[in-house]
């Protein structure tokens, strides 16, 4: 079938500049970790913590709007002024209701679980976390309604590690100031730095997307759009919930179980792990509104599309998980200090599990895609009950390797789930091909 698009980029194209703004952020946000390390010491890993945190509960407040009105952006007809306005709506109820009572809900309860005994840095911090809340989830709304939209170039700045290529320059200037100029802030000091650097990127999203929409209506009842894009949405927010979990709950189950230097070491290790699926990551962002667009109309297509994606990023990962088996412990000293380099054997066994989900390719973007959002969700909870139940009893009786351990067994046994059960639900495999088509990529528009 003839593949329009919204986008004039080739599907190639658009990877091409995904994967440029993509590596953006990947250096951007080592700088950043690195800094916070050094400036933070034994307190990073409660850094760690606050950004997943943030970055989690401004996601959830979304309720999947975000992921929805990219698919149905994807597919709309040029012109069709409904859609547009639903769309418009449903992103002005999360953004007056859900979105600003978790940012709030946030703060408070930061300031009073935090244990410093100065009330200005516990507001500070506190006022930080609501920002980062708030500002993450208007990121992520942004990013993906442009994507959706066909504003690829912009839409792939805003994407990547916790923020984008845009965001990581921003924050990581900010957060270099702290260091050199005000260390004694430390972490309120970081905190508000990742804050600040993230609000410029939204402004210039926002006023983006206003653009497309501005001349449709997007007033009404805002409760009950609300409760209109929960219902149509939900599964998405339940998933995406699941899948953050997945990749970040083995921190926060360290941060209970383990010292204040066993939460460091395992944070760092998790965050160098987790770039070994930054391509295929990447991709599935590129990858949703093609999938969107030729599922059930050509899925031979859309496989071969698929499992050559999956083929470039085995090659792009191999190449970066060498030297986290050859020199662990080098690459964490040289990346965070000479006191994270006895996290070497946490994150050989973490890579296992980020490999394993590189391997069985885009299953889950297929299945979210094409309305099977259901299914992921049922399996990421799954997971992330076994994340939670093995985690906690490896952590306490043999620590912080054994709970890298147990989170890349489970991460194995959930992305061969993912990937068997797209073969059975979509009849399509994800995995790699040994016989690769750039030439339809070209073909095809991102």
Known sequence: MPDPGPSRLSLVGAVGWFAVSYGGAILGYLAIYAMAARLLDDGFGYFVLA???????????????????????????????????????????????????????????????????????????????????????????????????????????????????????????????????????????????????????????????????????????????????????????SNLLGGYLNGTVEIWIAAVVLSAAGVSQFSAAQRLSVLLAVPLVSLGVVFSPVVSRLVGHDDGRLERLLRTGSTLAVTLTAALWIPMLVAPGWLLRVVFGADFAAAAPILVLLTVGSVSHVVTGMSGTALTMSRHEGVVTTVQWVAVVLRVVLGVAAGLLYGPVALGASAALVTLGLYVCLWLLTRSRMGLWTHPTTRPSLRLMRQTSG
């Open 51 to 237: 950004i997943t945190v943030s970055t989690l509960l401004g996601q959830l407040a979304l309720v999947g709007v975000h992921r929805g009105g990219l698919r149905e952006a994807a597919r709309m007809e040029p012109g069709d002024e409904l859609v547009l306005a639903d769309l418009r709506r449903g992103v002005r109820a999360v953004s007056l209701v859900t979105l600003p009572v978790a940012s709030l809900g946030t703060a408070a309860v930061t300031y009073v679980v935090m244990d410093d005994p100065d009330a200005g840095t516990r507001l500070v911090v506190a006022v930080g976390m609501g920002a980062l809340v708030f500002l993450g989830g208007q990121q992520k709304l942004w990013a993906n309604y442009l994507r959706g939209f066909g504003q690829v170039r912009f839409a792939s700045l805003l994407e990547g590690r916790s923020g984008g290529a845009a965001a990581s320059a921003c924050q990581g200037v900010l957060v270099a100031a702290v260091l050199v100029l005000r260390p004694e802030w430390e972490l309120a000091g970081a905190l508000g730095a990742m804050a600040l650097g993230l609000a410029i990127p939204v402004v210039v999203a926002w006023s983006r997307v206003r653009r497309v929409w501005r001349h449709v209506a997007g007033d009404g009842r805002v409760f009950r759009d609300l409760v209109t894009v929960v219902r149509r949405h939900w599964r998405f927010a």
